[in-house]
């Protein structure tokens, strides 16, 4: 497929904590939209032989994933995110895995890494209409590249690239 649909984008947070006991579910029930945000900083130096000309260099990176979509009360990841962890700031830190279920098995198709989650809306919205929500994981980090696979009962793992 040469041109994936956002809906092939999966992001999944891990609800244990612990790599030992891994129970990742996914971030997609009553999600609308995901935002990627990569800022990058950057240092420029003007040299005489360049003629004053910038040779530039990336000097740092902040990647952020922005969720937006409605409440769905008995969904595993929002249930965590918006009851379990909004009032505690300490539970923040969560694992991450960022995959495209697009790619050919077998082929490295995700990131694993660790995050920080920032809830801005935990349900808003005119009385008649679903409650909005939205959140950002951003990224601690640098993450692992790798191969999530999924099995019959619906687990994701994690394999490394090699």
């Known amino acids: 497929m040469g041109f994936p649909k956002n809906y092939n984008r999966n992001m999944a947070i891990n609800l244990k904590g612990d790599a030992a006991a891994d129970d990742y579910k996914l971030i997609a029930s009553g999600i609308l939209s995901r935002?990627?945000?990569?800022?990058?900083?950057?240092?420029?130096?003007?040299?005489?032989?360049?003629?004053g000309s910038a040779d530039t260099d990336v000097t740092g990176q902040e990647v952020s994933a922005a969720f937006t979509g409605h409440r769905k009360i008995g969904d595993a990841a929002q249930d965590y995110i918006l009851d379990e962890v909004l009032y505690d700031l300490d539970k923040r830190e969560v694992e991450f895995l960022d995959y495209d279920d697009s790619i050919a098995a077998g082929s490295p198709n995700g990131w694993k890494g660790k995050a920080?989650?920032?809830?801005?809306?935990?349900?808003?919205?005119?009385?008649?209409?679903?409650?909005?929500?939205?959140?950002?994981?951003?990224?601690?980090?640098?993450?692992?590249?790798?191969?999530?696979?999924?099995?019959?009962?619906?687990?994701?793992?994690?394999?490394?690239?090699?």
């Open 35 to 51: 935002t990627n945000s990569i800022s990058e900083s950057k240092s420029s130096y003007q040299y005489m032989d360049n003629r």
């Open 116 to 162: 920080r989650l920032q809830i801005t809306d935990n349900g808003s919205g005119n009385a008649a209409d679903r409650q909005s929500i939205s959140f950002t994981l951003n990224y601690i980090g640098k993450p692992a590249r790798g191969t999530v696979t999924q099995d019959a009962s619906g687990k994701l793992t994690f394999a490394p690239a090699t």
